[in-house]
């Protein structure tokens, strides 16, 4: 019969004596990531690998120091990177849909947003002025009193030779015409044109086509003239403006002389000031068309000689680090703003926005997985972005929209970043096994473990993150009992009594609640006393449903003996988990058998109330059943196995051996001691499997076994292979130091057999029987009586049916 666990077996506790220190306050502060080598050689191979689709995904439980661990490595890495380039759009004046984006050195776009503004401000003053001088003046008026004296003399010539001719030149509707006169010099009527005979007026008719013709000549020259004035002045004009715009252009682009790009554009920006020299001319107020209606000013624009800047890295130490908390598409990928004037919306080049892409080019982003898949189209652009290599600022809603609308379509940013990617495990597996881009984009896995092996090494660190925590918190730090809690702590959250959790925001959360406790009572230092005060009081907050079920049990609601013995009936243990708060709930198993050909019937299964992990333990009874009792000749027998009171889902294999007792009682006629609970897996060959939650199961029952009074034989029996998790609570261990109750481990289903039955299981012998006075050999004879009893059914069966035969004869 094994023998129960000792104290030293149920909490490795941690001799607060191996700490050299008085207090947390004089270790230094922990800098480093505690127990997650694996990872953090993969930070450091993806981090410092530059090829195309060496991203990375960290991968982990929460609180496993994922966020904390990239911002320090980050923080170190980056600042020794050169700084990236700063980008700019401006506008482009060949395609104004598609604005040219133009790339500077460090802190120089802003410089360049500077040096155009104030360019468009001297050229405002500068080119009126040319305009108003009186050289330009002169100039103009020499041209023009060219043309009019040209002009003059060409009409003064044609209109003496009309009068020679008896021919005048006169202003009509429709223009100048020759028209006739006499005499006197008034244009001849039509009645007397009329009264004059055929030969006269057909020689008025071919005199006046003939200077008619020659007056169509003058004017087209004069036109002729016209256009070459209007050329002529406004080469003038341009040649003025250029001399004012002329120098102070050279002397932007002498300074940016090296940027190919910028040198373009600013001739770009020459010729098109050149072409629109009356914008810059001063505006003359415009007459209202009534006295009392003020005219709105119509200012020009020079929205396209601005230099919008998207990227500043000039306060930027080192590569960019950008933390990403709200990946949408716009603020990833940037975006277009809109101005309403007058109900309408509109959109130029100046109003392109930077998004964190844009922020990050050049160094990198860290952004968590589930959230960039909770935004929509922030996945699908990620990946086209790491895959082209190149950030695209586009209206995402386009596509969606009835109706098509002009907008604008910037230049593409080549992308050089490092993209980080937080999330859960379950996340990673899933991108990796349902995406193939994913693949080729994330190659680089970081794996966060939730656990790290206990050493002198490690708890020494445990120690100095205790004492990183009080500090960043500006917390009381904590003596070495306190820390050996916080270690002790740690093993139970790890589940594992050689292990250590990593997962550091509950431990950090344990801290500054330890630190309450102590603070209300006016300590100066952090005691273990003050942990335990901190878990109990965090449990106390947390298990009202804890405490309900168990007065539901007390009161007789839920039926479960913690005393006695039944036949058929046991105490299995099962864990329930709230979210915040995991505690074990005894659960009363029972079985019953019968004779019959139906085998062991899951209850739960018929109901479906069964999961599939539950249903193959019943498999595994059933089969192990059969090659223990079946092996000489068959068994036939009915059975059924159910968790009373049960209005929820089974699920798990935890209460295989429970469920085993049961039924090997059932069949057996012997009863089960009800004083004690069983949890542990199974396989067919009777070798018990461990389970989870051990420690939460043993507390479960504890506790309602100390409500009804504890009286030395109560216990539970449990895998010997969970002895390594244990890390109980201290009334548990205290009641066992005490003797008040007790934990058996087994390996074997039959050790078990004998604690809940008082009686051996009993070996095979070589004929297949076992020996008087075991378990086993009642079970055996339990079932020969069963299949005597369904063959005796089966021959009666032959019998009535042989006897109606011989009647219907």
């Not at 379509?409 to 990617?421: D, F, M, Q, T």
């Not at 481990?745 to 008082?758: C, D, F, S």
Request: charged share 30%; glycine share 8%; with cysteine.
């Amino acid at each position: 019969m094994p023998k129960s666990l000792s104290i030293e077996e149920l909490y490795k506790c941690c001799d607060p004596q191996m700490f050299s220190f008085e207090t947390t306050s004089e270790l230094p502060e922990l800098e480093e990531t505690i127990g997650q080598e694996r990872a953090l050689r993969s930070l450091d191979f993806g981090l410092n690998l530059d090829s195309k689709g060496f991203n990375i995904f960290m991968l982990g439980e929460n609180g496993t120091g994922k966020s904390t661990t990239i911002k320090a490595i980050l923080g170190k890495k980056a600042a020794q990177e050169t700084v990236p380039a700063d980008w700019c759009y401006v506008y482009n004046f060949e395609d104004p849909d598609i604005p040219l984006a133009i790339s500077l050195a460090p802190g120089m776009a802003a410089i360049f947003h500077k040096d155009m503004e104030e360019l468009i401000k001297i050229l405002k003053v500068e080119i009126p002025k040319i305009f108003e001088s009186k050289e330009y003046e002169k100039q103009k008026n020499r041209i023009l009193e060219e043309f009019q004296k040209r002009q003059k003399e060409m009409f003064a010539e044609l209109e003496g030779d009309a009068q020679n001719k008896g021919f005048s030149i006169r202003k009509s509707v429709s223009g100048l015409m020759i028209v006739p006169i006499k005499k006197g010099g008034e244009p001849l009527t039509e009645e007397e044109y009329e009264a004059l005979d055929e030969r006269t007026k057909a020689k008025i008719d071919e005199i006046g086509k003939g200077l008619q013709d020659k007056l169509n000549d003058v004017v087209r020259e004069v036109r002729e003239s016209e256009k070459q004035v209007k050329n002529a002045v406004a080469k003038l004009e341009r040649e003025a403006a250029l001399s004012a715009v002329g120098h102070y252009m050279e002397e932007v682009k002498s300074k940016y002389q090296d940027n190919e790009k910028i040198t373009a554009y600013l001739s770009a920006v020459t010729e098109d000031i050149l072409d629109h020299i009356d914008d810059f001319k001063a505006q003359e107020e415009q007459t209202p068309p009534l006295p009392f209606l003020k005219m709105q000013k119509t200012e020009p624009t020079f929205t396209r000689y601005v230099v919008n800047v998207l990227v500043n890295n000039k306060d930027q130490k080192g590569a960019p680090c950008i933390f990403e908390s709200n990946p949408s598409y716009f603020n990833l990928f940037g975006r277009m703003e809109y101005k309403f004037q007058y109900g309408v919306a509109s959109t130029d080049f100046s109003l392109i926005k930077a998004g964190s892409l844009h922020k990050a080019n050049g160094g990198y982003i860290v952004i968590n997985g589930i959230d960039l898949l909770r935004n929509l189209f922030s996945y699908d652009g990620l990946k086209r972005a790491l895959r082209n290599r190149e950030i695209k600022i586009e209206d995402i809603w386009e596509q969606y929209r009835l109706i098509s609308t002009t907008t604008l379509r910037p230049e593409a940013i080549p992308l050089n970043v490092k993209v980080i990617l937080l999330g859960n495990p379950y996340l990673y597996y899933l991108l990796y096994g349902l995406d193939e881009e994913y693949r080729e984009l994330f190659k680089v896995k970081a794996d966060f473990d939730n656990r790290m092996e206990k050493n002198e090494e490690t708890l020494q660190k445990y120690a100095a993150f205790v004492s990183s925590i009080c500090r960043k918190g500006n917390l009381k730090h904590f003596d070495r009992t306190g820390v050996a809690k916080i270690v002790e702590y740690g093993s139970r959250l790890a589940e594992h009594q050689a292990k250590l959790s990593s997962k550091f925001s509950e431990v950090a959360d344990v801290i500054k609640e330890a630190n309450y406790w102590a603070r209300k009572e006016g300590s100066q230092i952090v005691s273990g006393a003050h942990v335990e005060t901190a878990l109990n009081e965090r449990v106390f907050r947390t298990n009202r449903i804890e405490e309900r079920l168990q007065e539901l049990v007390i009161e007789g609601t839920l039926i479960i003996d913690t005393g006695g013995e039944r036949v058929g009936q046991i105490n299995g243990l099962a864990v329930l988990d709230m979210g915040d708060y995991r505690f074990g709930k005894p659960s009363r198993i029972t079985a019953k058998t019968y004779a019959g050909k139906a085998g062991v019937i899951n209850i739960e299964r018929e109901t479906k109330m069964s999961g599939r992990i539950h249903e193959k333990a019943i498999l595994i009874i059933t089969h192990y059943i059969g090659s223990t009792f079946a092996k000489k000749k068959p068994v036939s027998f009915s059975a059924s196995i159910t968790f009373e009171q049960l209005y929820d889902m089974v699920e798990g294999d935890s209460a295989t051996c429970a469920e085993m007792y049961a039924l090997l009682s059932s069949l057996a006629g012997v009863p089960i001691r009800q004083d004690l609970a069983v949890t542990g897996s199974m396989d067919q060959n009777g070798d018990v499997q461990p389970i989870g939650g051990v420690n939460e199961k043993i507390e479960g029952f504890f506790d309602l076994c100390r409500i009804r009074g504890l009286d030395g034989r109560q216990g539970v029996i449990i895998p010997r292979k969970n002895v390594h998790n244990l890390m109980l609570k201290k009334e548990v261990v205290d009641a066992v130091k005490e003797g008040k109750f007790s934990i058996y481990p087994i390996e074997r289903v039959e050790e078990g057999l004998e604690l809940l039955t008082g009686m051996p299981a009993g070996m095979e012998k070589e004929d297949g029987t076992y020996p008087e006075g075991t378990i086993n050999f009642l079970v055996r004879k339990r079932l020969d009586e069963y299949a005597e009893a369904v063959k005796d059914k089966k021959d009666d069966k032959k019998d009535k049916e042989k006897d109606k035969e011989e009647n219907d004869r």
